[in-house]
Nanobody, 126 residues
Framework: QVQLVESGGGLVQAGDSLRLSCAASGRTISTYAMGWFRQAPGKEREPVGA????????VYADSVKGRCTISRDNAKATVYLQMNTLKPEDTAVYYCAVRRGSYAGPSSSARDYEYWGQGTQVTVSS
């Protein structure tokens, strides 16, 4: 079992930056790839990006590519999502997740993830 707690969300203005954190406990997350997803009101959950077990490989959704960076500190059991130049359409609840099994690489499919945090709200005003 893995417990994930996201933090760092809030209300910001368009153009601002935020760094979300995802703190893990219960297992050594260095053995797992991790992902970030988001869900806006009335919409399906969508991928933001993901990071490999080692942190050496990242993938991003086209909607955030160039504006977001995912990183991880395995010693602190924490994964980060740095978001820059935020837009109103980035408003959503952001979730981190642990990839299922022993796959080292990142995945953009929610079905590949086993454990999820409770989410943190990000609201971007125009």
């Amino acid at each position: 079992q893995v417990q994930l707690v996201e933090s760092g969300g809030g209300l910001v203005q368009a153009g601002d930056s935020l760094r979300l954190s995802c703190a893990a406990s219960g297992r050594t997350i260095s053995t797992y790839a991790m992902g970030w997803f988001r869900q806006a009101p009335g919409k399906e959950r969508e991928p933001v990006g993901a990071i490999s077990r080692s942190g050496g490989t990242t993938v991003y959704a086209d909607s955030v590519k160039g504006r977001c960076t995912i990183s991880r500190d395995n010693a602190k059991a924490t994964v980060y999502l740095q978001m820059n130049t935020l837009k109103p359409e980035d408003t959503a609840v952001y979730y981190c997740a642990v990839r299922r099994g022993s796959y080292a690489g990142p995945s953009s499919s929610a079905r590949d993830y086993e454990y999820w945090g409770q989410g943190t709200q990000v609201t971007v005003s125009s």
